[in-house]
């Protein structure tokens, strides 16, 4: 009798999303070792999600170069400024306004 894990099927890219973090770069296999644990997925499975993550432009590949080697990537959720928020674009003026009123 053979005896098989039991994975989800239907977890979606959006729901593996949670997995990264805004300030903090995980590897791909750090991903998916988190994508395992806390969805029961399989590798295979977890990279196409990171995949069709990074599409859409969810997640950020951050690349290091390594002497000798292939560059390091390392993944990176980016923020989604909806419209209530609004970007801070530093210009000098805005930049002298926060200066002055410390």
Same mark, same amino acid.
């Given at each position: 009798? /053979?005896?098989?894990?039991?994975? $989800?099927?239907?977890?979606? @890219? %959006?729901? =593996?999303? %949670? =997995?990264?973090?805004?300030?903090? @770069?995980? !590897? *791909?296999? %750090?991903?998916? #070792?988190?994508? $395992? +644990?806390?969805?029961?997925?399989?590798?295979? *499975?977890?990279? #196409?999600?990171? #995949?069709?993550?990074?599409?859409?432009?969810?997640? !950020?590949?951050?690349?290091? @170069?390594? $002497?000798?080697?292939?560059? %390091?990537?390392?993944?990176?959720?980016?923020?989604?400024?909806?419209?209530? +928020? $609004?970007?801070?674009? =530093?210009?000098? &003026?805005?930049? /002298? *306004? *926060?200066? &002055?009123?410390?």
């Amino acid at each position: 009798m /053979e005896v098989r894990a039991k994975t $989800k099927k239907n977890v979606k @890219p %959006e729901d =593996l999303i %949670e =997995l990264m973090l805004f300030d903090d @770069p995980i !590897s *791909r296999i %750090e991903f998916c #070792d988190l994508a $395992k +644990e806390k969805h029961q997925i399989g590798r295979d *499975r977890a990279n #196409d999600r990171l #995949d069709r993550l990074i599409t859409p432009g969810k997640i !950020s590949v951050l690349t290091s @170069p390594r $002497k000798g080697l292939r560059p %390091e990537n390392k993944y990176v959720r980016n923020r989604v400024i909806t419209n209530q +928020e $609004k970007p801070l674009v =530093l210009t000098r &003026s805005n930049l /002298e *306004r *926060r200066v &002055s009123s410390d």
